[in-house]
């Protein structure tokens, strides 16, 4: 009984992680927000104690901060945690590139395509525009590293993702980084079908560090 009881326990706080996460990342909850338990367990059906257990799991990935007598709240980033976000992913993200050079298949490159596809075919700068440039551009970035079969690295990058949504919205807004962007994301691809780990390193990188210069532009 004890034994099914952790079980259950142990996967309601995968379910409270992974919904939660989407949340903060996706803007819902604001930096600076507190995150009662009470209120989350009510939210997604489920005891305290799983989401507790999907707080501190938060907290690993850099995204919650508990803090004495206050509880959880959502990390607040200044300019220099972004900067470093964006360094970080350059390099695990080129890695990863490199690696799916030789490891990606071809149901993964066909939907590379489809991503580059669809951001591609979209116009203007409606608010649901940007939501589906955001969201394709999170599945392309998704199947990337997916390619690249790296439970660790996987890992790692999940700990490097809470670029704020604000930031998000600014990017794809602007219209010569989303195009710089949707070419990058092309050359990325020609680089994973080519087989050629350095041409899908370099391009990676210089697209990451690219998204890193932007903000380093919009934040002076």
Not at 120 to 127: D, H, R
Not at 166 to 176: E, H, I, S, Y
Request: proline content about 3%; hydrophobic content about 45%; some cysteine.
């Amino acid at each position: 009984m004890g034994s099914a009881e952790t079980t259950i326990a142990g996967t309601n706080a995968e379910r409270v992680y992974e919904d939660l996460r989407a949340l903060i990342i996706g803007g819902e909850y604001a930096p600076g927000e507190r995150l009662r338990a009470e209120a989350l367990a009510a939210r997604f059906g489920t005891s305290r104690t799983p989401v507790r257990e999907a707080l501190m799991l938060l907290e690993g990935d850099g995204l919650v901060e508990i803090e004495p007598r206050r509880g959880a709240v959502v990390r607040s980033f200044d300019p220099a945690d972004l900067v470093d976000l964006y360094e970080v992913r350059a390099v695990l993200e080129a890695r990863a590139a490199a690696l799916a050079a030789t490891r990606v298949t071809a149901e993964q490159l066909v939907e590379l395509d489809a991503a580059c596809d669809r951001a591609e075919g979209l116009t203007g700068n409606s608010a649901r525009t940007v939501d589906t440039l955001i969201a394709a551009n999170e599945d392309f970035h998704r199947i990337v590293i997916a390619a690249a079969g790296s439970p660790r690295l996987s890992g790692a990058l999940r700990t490097v993702a809470g670029i704020p949504r604000p930031f998000k919205t600014v990017f794809w807004n602007d219209t010569a980084e989303r195009a710089r962007s949707l070419a990058a994301h092309r050359e990325i691809v020609a680089g994973l079908r080519a087989g050629s780990a350095d041409r899908a390193e370099s391009a990676m990188r210089l697209h990451v560090m690219n998204a890193r210069d932007f903000l380093i532009e919009v934040m002076d």
